[in-house]
């Protein structure tokens, strides 16, 4: 596994493990404990996703099984429900609780809705206090970002979005550089759209190497400096899904890919007030 190191200093897996869409306990569980054993420490989770309790106990299965909570990269986010100062304090006790774990490494505002700069400042204090290893953001467009980064005392360490090749988002990763923000993948499969598995280039490419589409795909997005969080049920997926450090893309190989770019998202349009209203109506506690 390589890593990269965030502008605070702490370090964090090229590549991690996603527990989106998996609601069912025992699944998510059993999930996660497949993917430590497979050799995942990042491990990725969200309120939104109903499964923090899950997932803290795999970390207690891996932490008896001999891993060492440190090597363990833990992630989690706050849900648009709790975007206030006093909701995130909250929220954040909350995840520590389902977690069921002392400090969080990262945490993040999944949204940027409701009042994310009042929740920011609780991530700032957590942070502070140690509760949390960094603080950041999901699906921040240039501008909000830019806005944030240049409001907020403590510089937000991640920012995740939705990255694959067919929506590259080259200005976005551009303006995450100039701020010293690691950009995160979320969807790197593009959620299967676009026949992601068969497209003729990348199984062209991954033809080249003895590999799978898929792991040209993640590969192509570590090459680039984006770190990956594939989410899979199946332990051979994780285990392929993993393997993609004992090669690496060409420029011709990263050019074609560049092709493939449509340059906007198929799966999300927070520009849309319908979407945005959705989210607000999405409501995880009382």
């Known amino acids: 596994m390589e890593f990269v190191t965030l502008n605070n200093g702490v370090k964090m897996p090229k590549e991690g493990f996603g527990v989106f869409q998996v609601p069912d306990p025992a699944q998510c569980e ?3 404990v497949d993917a430590i054993a497979s050799g995942y420490r990042l491990i990725d989770t969200a309120a939104a996703y109903f499964n923090e309790e899950a997932v803290g106990k795999a970390i207690e299965t891996a932490i008896a099984s001999g891993v060492a909570r440190e090597d363990l990269f833990i992630t989690t986010k706050l849900w648009v429900q ?7 304090k909250k929220a954040i006790q909350t995840s520590l609780e389902k977690l069921d774990l002392e400090y969080i490494d990262l945490y993040l505002l999944h949204q940027p809705m409701g009042d994310y700069f009042g929740a920011y400042r609780a991530m700032e204090e957590a942070y502070k206090a140690g509760k949390i290893k960094a603080i950041g953001v999901c699906n921040f467009y240039p501008h909000v970002l830019a806005n944030l980064c240049e409001t907020v005392e403590v510089m937000p360490a991640v920012n995740q ?5 067919f929506f590259q988002q080259e200005d976005a990763l551009a303006v995450m550089k100039q701020y010293g923000v690691q950009p995160e993948a979320w969807g790197p499969f593009a959620e299967g ?3 992601i598995f068969t497209n003729p280039i990348l199984t062209e490419i991954a ?7 898929a792991q040209v795909v993640l590969r192509w997005n570590t090459q680039r400096g984006v770190v990956v969080i594939p989410k899979s049920v199946h332990k051979d997926r994780m285990e392929q899904n993993i393997d993609i450090w004992d090669f690496e893309l060409t420029q011709d190989d990263m050019d074609a890919i560049a092709k493939l770019d449509m340059g906007h998202s198929e799966i999300v349009n927070h520009f ?10 999405m409501k995880i506690h009382e």
């Not at 979005?161 to 090749?165: A, I, L």
């Not at 033809?207 to 589409?213: L, P």
């Open 30 to 32: 059993q999930s996660v």
């Open 82 to 88: 709790d975007a206030s100062y006093e909701g995130a």
């Open 161 to 165: 979005v939705e990255v694959h090749p």
């Open 193 to 195: 759209k676009h026949g």
């Open 207 to 213: 033809d080249k190497y003895g590999k799978a589409a």
């Open 272 to 281: 849309d007030a319908g979407f945005v209203k959705a989210l607000h109506g």
